[in-house]
């Protein structure tokens, strides 16, 4: 059974960092773009940023440029969020998923975690 399974999500302080996980399981990572998408509350599901299989980055979201980055280890069959300077707005539940390449069309990807909630407050 194919599983991505997100982790490291919590409570940070405006200001601060949090490195989130999305480990795979039954399959792996190699051939896949993974993306990371994020959805506040009452909000629709946003694209945030993707690695492709080669490694390559794309940011979708304006408002975490310089702050958030994306990176992968296939030896551990993990991609990585990681996010610096946070802001109350970045609050939200953090989903990976992955597909054949990147995109910010939800309906691309073939697999999704169950999700990783993120608070940011002081």
């Known amino acids: 059974q194919y599983q991505l399974v997100e982790s490291g999500g919590g409570l940070v302080q405006p200001g601060g960092s949090l490195r989130l996980s999305c480990a795979a399981s039954?399959?792996?990572?190699?051939?896949?773009?993974i993306g990371w998408f994020r959805q506040a509350p009452g909000k629709d599901r946003e694209a945030v940023l993707c690695i492709s299989s080669s490694g390559d980055s794309t940011n979708y979201a304006d408002s975490v440029k310089g702050r958030f980055t994306i990176s992968r280890d296939n030896a551990k069959n993990t991609v990585y969020l990681q996010m610096n300077s946070l802001k109350p707005e970045d609050t939200a539940v953090y989903y990976c998923?992955?597909?054949?390449?990147?995109?910010?069309?939800?309906?691309?990807?073939?697999?999704w975690g169950q999700g990783t909630q993120v608070t940011v407050s002081s």
């Open positions: 039954g399959f792996t990572l190699d051939y896949y773009a």
């Open positions: 998923a992955a597909g054949a390449y990147c995109s910010a069309h939800r309906n691309e990807y073939d697999y």
